[in-house]
């Protein structure tokens, strides 16, 4: 049994060096690019025109009547649940200390052309989706390979939607539900209030982390989309605002630095080794490879997942809620993202360059302002909104793909599956099974980007027609 686990585990990590590769983060930056070029650089050129009608008009929206849609901005807050998470945080930090400060300018330049192709993959979402039996809008790669390539197709988006369901019970489940319970138990033991690793009150602790977070899930589930996209509404604006703050404070504390960090951040990006020395071991390519891939996985342009909750909208015309993404990726990565990267940066907090480092490198910034203890708990608990709304925009993301696999008739099965395996991701390690959703959620990608690829053409018209009227 010993040996058909390793064995699995070996080619899990064959696939997953494929699926997330330097080849495969090319071919989704030179997605963004093909996108960029075929909608004019909307991203540039309508920067000022998509913030103006998207975040502009936040609060602008009234009830919406129709039962089986949220609100524009309800639906771009439900995506941004799934992106603005634990990447924001510890994703960022890992990528500064394995690939140098030069990777948050390539994760900068996947941003820039990630907001063409999210822009473009919300777009196809609201112009092909449907009702279901329901009355709930859904859409997503599955419905516009689908409806916009034909039926021959419909391999590619029976493809996506079980990727996107396995997907879903571990890197949008499992992974965020034990690190929430691994940031509790830490924070514990900092006060003397747990016992050391595998002892019995950690595991009470990751129990009860698990059965809270569960709880709270299911009640928001019940609700249906309307509901997710409600308390998304309210708790991804407010979660963000009150990291952002704690950011700000820590940069304008040594705001004398600013403008060295940031030289330092374009010079490491094109020869790290000249910055910080050959003996750090870290190169261009781990510069390009971190900073490409935690960029990607931060706002997920191209993965397909976010299109899912946008096609939720009540916002009829694809163009103005394709714009959502623009705001969407701006707002993950080069906003939450650079704040990060630049805490880390000015702080003065030890950086092991060439070495792994998740979120106590970002705690270890915040306690040079904010003492070590008070940091560990601002930071757990932003971990923990985060990882909250991230599993809500993730039920969502998994329950249909479900649904188009199974119909309408496996959603509840579904969710309660779901619930159980926030219990279970809480309370074991796993890392198999997250490395094998990791997996999956690189595997998204493939379907997405064929049919995005194959139907650019409908995004250049609707985007051509929308800005000549």
């Known amino acids: 049994m010993q040996n058909l686990v390793e064995m699995i585990a070996r080619f899990n990590d064959i696939l997953n060096c494929i699926v997330w590769g330097i080849p495969m983060m090319l071919l989704i930056v030179g997605t963004g690019f093909y996108f960029s070029i ?10 000022g ?22 609100s524009p901005f309800q639906a771009v807050t439900t995506a941004l649940g799934g992106t603005v998470g634990t990447g924001n945080i510890a994703g960022v930090a890992g990528a500064i200390a394995l690939g140098g400060p030069g990777a948050v300018f390539w ?19 609201v112009r092909f989706r449907k009702r279901n039996s329901e009355g709930d809008w859904v859409g997503g790669p599955m419905y516009y390979i689908t409806r916009g390539l034909g039926g021959k197709f419909k391999w590619l988006a029976v493809l996506f939607s079980l990727f996107g369901a396995v997907a879903a019970l571990g890197i949008g489940n499992m992974v965020q539900a034990n690190t929430v319970a691994g940031a509790f138990v830490t924070l514990a033991g900092s006060y003397g209030a747990a016992s050391g690793a595998g002892g019995q009150s950690e595991m009470l602790l990751r129990l009860a982390t698990g059965f809270v977070i569960s709880f ?67 190169g261009i390519s ?24 946008h096609a939720a909208t009540s916002e009829e015309n694809p163009v103005k809620q394709g714009l959502f993404g623009i ?42 302002v904010f003492g070590g203890r008070l940091a560990a708990i601002f930071i757990t608990i932003e971990l923990a909104l985060f990882a909250v709304s991230s599993i809500l925009s993730w039920a969502l993301y998994g329950s249909r ?69």
């Open 49 to 70: 025109y998509a913030m103006k009608n998207t975040v502009g008009k936040a609060f602008s929206y009234g009830k919406i009547k129709d039962k089986g849609a949220v």
């Open 401 to 469: 793909c479900a649904e188009y696999l199974f119909g309408t008739r496996i959603l509840t099965l579904y969710k309660i599956i779901f619930v159980v395996f926030i219990i279970i991701g809480a309370s074991l390690n796993m890392s198999l099974a997250w490395n094998i959703a990791d997996t999956m959620n690189g595997f998204m990608a493939i379907p997405n980007l064929i049919a995005l690829i194959c139907l650019s053409g409908i995004v250049a018209a609707l985007t051509k027609e929308h800005f000549d009227r």
């Open 216 to 282: 709270t899930t299911a009640l928001v589930l019940l609700g249906g989309v309307k509901r997710i996209g409600a308390v998304a509404e309210k708790l991804v604006p407010t979660m963000s605002l009150i990291y952002i703050a704690g950011t700000l404070i820590i940069i304008l504390l040594n705001i004398g630095i600013l403008a060295d960090v940031l030289r330092l951040i374009v010079t490491s990006a094109f020869s790290p080794k000249a910055v910080l020395g050959g003996t750090l071991g870290v």
């Open 286 to 309: 781990q510069a390009l490879r971190f900073g490409i891939g935690r960029g990607i996985f931060s706002n997920e342009a191209g993965l397909g997942s976010s299109p899912i909750a």
């Open 327 to 368: 705001f969407e990726v701006f707002a993950d990565t080069i906003v939450m993202c650079t704040l990060t990267a630049l805490t880390v940066l000015m702080s003065g907090a030890h950086i092991p360059f060439g070495q792994s480092a998740g979120a106590e490198l970002t705690i270890s910034a915040f306690g040079t």
């Open 107 to 125: 994760m900068w330049i996947s941003a820039l052309l990630g907001m063409a192709t999210k822009y473009s993959e919300i777009l196809l979402a």
């Open 38 to 47: 075929q909608t004019g650089f909307i991203q540039f050129f309508k920067f």
